[in-house]
């Protein structure tokens, strides 16, 4: 049976090997190739497509990235089955997606041909998670809370805008709050969410959706860099 895919990914040269993996299956038709979030979804409008092969990390899109494009792929194409692909590390990353319904991750650290079992997997509604991202999930948890207490609106502002990137300085001058309250707020935010470095805010944020995956890329602090 013909299987139609899209590929998305913002890096010209893993755009084309991806698509010339796939063109190889005789069974499988590349109906477009995108590079952000916007010609993706632009793709989806116009062409049938059974499954989106869908980079973690594409900057400039209208619809954005990481987590939020996902959930919104779900919501606007609830037929069309997704694989990500990422270079993501963060086991509460990993699990984010798969909570947003995306039982098919492949790591860009994994052998390409990965992805045309993946592709299979997806279009039969089934699970599957490459190698390196098994052995990623299988490690202990970084420690965030499950049922840990609400954040305040401003402590949820803090951890905001320290995911982008911005210093407790830059932030203070932004929300007119001293660099003392900020640090207090992003302290007692930590706390509850059971968050030791200040690396977990970053897979914190990306997971929970409070910032794009590009915007972590562009810090250089996140598990990611560039590359989702």
């Given at each position: 049976?013909?299987?139609?895919?899209?590929?998305?990914?913002?890096?010209?040269?893993?755009?084309?090997?991806?698509?010339?993996?796939?063109?190889?299956?005789?069974?499988?038709?590349?109906?477009?190739?995108?590079?952000?979030?916007s010609e993706l979804v632009d793709l989806l409008d116009a062409t049938?497509?059974?499954?989106?092969?869908?980079?973690?990390?594409?900057?400039?899109g209208r619809h954005g990235d990481g987590v939020a494009l996902l959930r919104f792929l779900q919501r606007r194409f609830p037929a069309l089955r997704l694989v990500v692909l990422t270079g993501m590390e963060s086991p509460l990353v990993l699990r984010s997606i798969q909570s947003a319904g995306v039982g098919c991750i492949v790591s860009k650290s994994d052998p390409w041909q990965q992805l045309v079992p993946a592709v299979r997997a997806a279009q039969a509604d089934a699970a599957f998670v490459s190698p390196e991202i098994r052995r990623l999930l299988a490690q202990a948890p970084d420690g965030v809370q499950q049922?840990?207490?609400?954040?305040?609106?401003?402590?949820?502002?803090?951890?905001?805008?320290?995911?982008?990137?911005?210093?407790?300085?830059?932030?203070?001058?932004?929300?007119?709050?001293?660099?003392?309250?900020?640090?207090?707020?992003?302290?007692?935010?930590?706390?509850?969410?059971?968050?030791?470095r200040d690396a977990d805010i970053f897979d914190y944020a990306l997971s929970h959706g409070l910032v794009q995956a590009s915007q972590i890329g562009r810090t250089g602090t996140g598990s990611d860099g560039a590359s989702g």
């Amino acid at each position: 049976m013909t299987l139609t895919v899209v590929v998305a990914d913002d890096h010209p040269v893993l755009l084309t090997g991806m698509q010339m993996l796939l063109a190889k299956d005789p069974d499988i038709v590349i109906a477009g190739l995108a590079s952000n979030s916007s010609e993706l979804v632009d793709l989806l409008d116009a062409t049938p497509v059974d499954v989106a092969v869908c980079d973690f990390t594409m900057p400039n899109g209208r619809h954005g990235d990481g987590v939020a494009l996902l959930r919104f792929l779900q919501r606007r194409f609830p037929a069309l089955r997704l694989v990500v692909l990422t270079g993501m590390e963060s086991p509460l990353v990993l699990r984010s997606i798969q909570s947003a319904g995306v039982g098919c991750i492949v790591s860009k650290s994994d052998p390409w041909q990965q992805l045309v079992p993946a592709v299979r997997a997806a279009q039969a509604d089934a699970a599957f998670v490459s190698p390196e991202i098994r052995r990623l999930l299988a490690q202990a948890p970084d420690g965030v809370q499950q049922n840990a207490p609400a954040l305040s609106k401003r402590e949820t502002e803090v951890l905001r805008m320290f995911a982008e990137g911005l210093t407790l300085m830059e932030i203070a001058e932004r929300v007119g709050r001293s660099r003392k309250t900020l640090s207090t707020q992003k302290m007692a935010a930590m706390r509850k969410l059971g968050l030791q470095r200040d690396a977990d805010i970053f897979d914190y944020a990306l997971s929970h959706g409070l910032v794009q995956a590009s915007q972590i890329g562009r810090t250089g602090t996140g598990s990611d860099g560039a590359s989702g």
